[in-house]
């Protein structure tokens, strides 16, 4: 049925999320399960643990707690760039099935004191894993220097060059630029090849620099930026363009994490992924253009089997109001000094979505 407001249901296949957090310890038993919850079936699943996941044999192991928890969900399986990845390891982790390395600038965000200053020094790597058809992930942000006028609101404008030099070193290597703020980012990506795509989270389509700035539930890196920068994601993520897809970089944390003297860097957002989604596309006059989006371009990109319906579904209804939970409690975590178990704050908690998920199949 539809309505001047366009139809009240949408059925789509279960969506691909190509950027995704899980942790360890029982702040992954808490999230893995609710990646279904938020319509999600597909998961590239960041290795920036503690310590990171460094090794094949580690990855692979990783990925068998994961599909414990959730045993629907296809998990796509990511290493961490360092020095003991050599081409041996990459010949191995292709072999094994791992899909992507993940490329950390040191010290840009969580848990990437284990990341790297030189990709140079990374070029017979890269070269192994254009040979194996493997994909290069990068956050793209430099880090923070004061002295090279590099500060987080243009640190990722700043790396665009780099993205433009591994290009042109490693052209059918296919390359991911992640959680993309910035309008450059999007003009940047849209000039290359087609080895080139791109990440858009759900809040990065969704705020600015003002939603965060005294927010710390909202604040993530690479952070949002201007009017302007927002209005050019939301711009191609809506266009069809093939090389701009879904990667939520939902990154939980315990609350007081998010709220202490320096808040962690990540939004949450993975049990309400598609509510999050369809509300915006639904705000933007373009539900028809959000199965690319979530699903078609980033599964065709990664060389996945197309998604279907016939394979599974979510059905999406208008509402009059989904309310976003103000928290999520954090199951088997220790009481803190209230005798409270930790909890994870989600993005815009409180407020209401126009779209939730009503039925599976």
Known sequence: ???????????????????????????????????????????????????????????????????????????????????????????????????????????????????????????????????????????????????????????????????????????????????????????????????????????????????????PHHFCKPVAKYPTDRDALREIAVSGHPRFFLGSDSAPHPRKAKQGEKPAAGVFTTPLLMPLMATLFDKLGCLDKLEGFVSTNGRNFYQLPPATTSDGSITLTRTAGLQVPDTYVVQGSAANADGEPDTIVPFMAGAQLAWSITSTH
């Open 1 to 215: 049925m539809a309505t001047d407001k366009g139809p009240e249901t949408i059925t789509l296949p279960w969506a691909s999320d190509f950027h995704c957090h899980l942790r360890q310890g029982t702040m992954m038993e808490t999230v893995t399960p609710m990646v279904e919850q938020g319509g999600v079936r597909t998961v590239l699943a960041m290795p920036n643990l503690t310590p990171p996941l460094t090794k094949t044999q580690m990855a692979l192991d990783y990925g068998k707690q994961l599909q414990k928890l959730a045993p629907n969900v296809h998990f796509i399986l990511t290493l961490y760039l360092n020095p003991d990845l050599t081409p041996e390891e990459i010949a191995k982790a292709a072999a094994s099935g791992i899909t992507a390395v993940k490329v950390y600038p040191s010290g840009v965000t969580t848990n990437s004191d284990w990341g790297v200053l030189d990709l140079k020094q990374y070029y017979p790597t890269f070269a192994a894993m254009q040979e194996h058809n493997m994909v290069l992930c990068l956050h793209g942000e430099c880090p923070s220097d004061s002295e090279k006028g590099i500060c987080i609101l243009n640190a990722e404008e700043r790396f665009l060059a780099t993205l433009q030099e591994l290009h042109r070193e490693f052209p059918k290597l296919r390359i991911v630029l992640e959680h993309a703020t910035t309008k450059a980012a999007v003009d940047c990506v849209k000039s290359l090849g087609d080895t080139v795509a791109c990440t858009i989270t759900a809040h990065h389509l969704h705020i600015t620099v003002d939603d965060w700035a005294g927010q």
